[in-house]
């Protein structure tokens, strides 16, 4: 006999009062801490539980009593349904208050170390269409809205477009208008998804992988170029004909796609990293640009996604760095060596090491083509690159710029560090809870000295920080 499903409780008339990770905010009823998405402080609620722990649960709205004064008016059409962008309820003068607050939170509650004042966070000048990068999925499966069912959908209307829904790895919710990256992106996405219905186009099975469409990245830059990146599966050598008139359709219609390209993915997932690239149209790359350096940007490449707000955040790091021309440099978790770059003029060499060996082929590249001739770069795990033994062989840095991935740095590197010993330390940080882990770390020879927060994600809970750390005095 199968056991009765526990019925969980409906709140009513509960207040919002302060915003959480995740994108999500929080009300507390009684001793119980309630996280709640798509509302903001303010708002007064009835809540539906639908998982509950011993001191928190998780909960939907299901029913508005009162609209806080400071809430926003979504201005997608898909706000609610798609994962992204789930702050856009908050006007961005909140958001960037909140984010303020988290930088704070993280770094006094698991930091525990003495900390200066926090400068006001850097906001982004533009909070619409601010991507340069943004990655599409096909799929025969897409997710049905509310609309959708009222309009009965029937199955061979089941092929979309677009971004996946959170926790349903399977279903991709078709979009129409995106908001994250210039209109050129929905122009070419939704041009594409016409012509692929039209000519009867196999959109991707995820659970069973057939299929001939799988994937579309854009990528658009300041300089005005632009790459798209279509991704398939083909199984039979008759399919490479139907996939290139597709090809030859994107090229028609857009002749401003500096670099057309694609990717043969017959695997069960969908990286890329390990797959050849096959230029169809243009060039394999496109150029970045910042304080006239040229930064090429293959397929695989790492830019920041946010062009105009990195450039921000880069002459933060540099200005923190406090160099002379004199110093020498270590750029940890260097990416294509932008930073590394990017502070070069002002060092006397710098030195970077990154995970990715194709990364640190073009942090190779950008030198060459930019005429710096002071950058290493060294391709290798950090851990087992950044060691004693190397930093007696290149020379022991003078200030360390590092910025690991959310994970933050393994526990041996901030041992070598300590080891080396820098005047300085730039810490960029994506994810302040796992910065405030390594700066209690760092604590036992280095000072905060300086903290910038900077918003590169806006409408999102994410937020970069950035922090200088100065080597105490020995007594």
């Avoid at 959109?203 to 057939?210: D, G, K, P, W, Y």
């Amino acid at each position: 006999m199968a056991r009765n499903k526990k019925v969980l409780p409906l709140l009513e008339k509960v207040t919002i009062t302060d915003v959480a990770a995740e994108g999500k905010a929080i009300a507390k009823v009684n001793d119980l801490v309630v996280f709640v998405p798509y509302v903001v402080p303010g708002d007064v609620v009835d809540l539906q539980i639908k998982r509950k722990k011993n001191h928190y649960a998780e909960a939907e709205a299901v029913k508005f009593h009162e609209y806080s004064s400071v809430r926003a008016v979504p201005f997608c059409e898909h706000y609610g349904v798609c994962g992204g962008c789930k702050w856009q309820v908050l006007p961005y003068s909140e958001q960037i208050k909140y984010k303020q607050k988290q930088v704070e939170d993280n770094l006094k509650r698991i930091g525990k170390i003495e900390l200066p004042e926090i400068l006001p966070i850097l906001g982004s000048a533009k909070t619409e269409f601010y991507r340069n990068k943004l990655e599409f999925t096909f799929s025969n499966k897409r997710w049905l809205t509310w609309e959708d069912i009222q309009q009965n959908v029937t199955y061979d209307q089941m092929n979309g477009l677009g971004f996946h829904i959170p926790g349903a790895f399977d279903k991709v919710l078709a979009i129409e208008k995106c908001w994250l990256q210039d209109d050129i992106s929905n122009r070419i996405r939704n041009a594409v998804r016409d012509y692929a219905y039209e000519h009867n186009y196999s959109f991707i099975n995820l659970r069973s992988q057939e299929g001939m469409l799988r994937n579309m990245i854009v990528r658009t830059s300041t300089t005005g170029e632009l790459m798209v990146i279509l991704i398939c599966k083909i199984v039979e050598d008759s399919e490479m004909e139907l996939f290139k008139n597709i090809l030859q359709f994107i090229a028609d219609s857009f002749p401003e796609i500096t670099s057309l390209l694609y990717i043969i993915n017959n695997k069960c997932n969908d990286t890329i990293n390990d797959l050849d690239v096959h230029v169809f149209r243009g060039n394999d790359h496109i150029f970045e640009e910042m304080e006239g350096l040229r930064f090429k940007i293959g397929p695989k490449s790492f830019y920041q996604t946010n062009s105009e707000q990195a450039y921000n955040l880069y002459k933060i790091t540099r200005e923190f760095a406090g160099l002379t021309g004199n110093e020498l440099v270590y750029d940890l978790y260097t990416g294509t060596g932008t930073i590394a770059n990017f502070v070069s003029r002002q060092a006397r060499q710098v030195i970077g090491i990154e995970y990715v060996p194709e990364a640190i082929e073009d942090a190779k590249v950008n030198a060459e083509i930019n005429g710096i001739d002071n950058t290493l770069f060294f391709a290798g795990d950090m851990k087992d690159m950044l060691t004693q033994d190397f930093i007696n062989e290149y020379g022991r840095p003078d200030v360390i710029i590092t910025d690991p991935p959310r994970a933050g740095m393994h526990q041996d590197v901030v041992d070598v560090i300590l080891f080396a010993e820098p005047k300085r330390i730039v810490y960029v940080s994506c994810n302040p809870a796992t910065q405030a882990r390594d700066l209690q770390l760092l604590d036992a020879k280095y000072a905060v000295k300086a903290i910038q927060p900077v918003d590169m994600f806006p409408h999102t809970h994410h937020v970069e920080n950035v922090v200088l750390l100065e080597l105490r005095p020995t007594e």
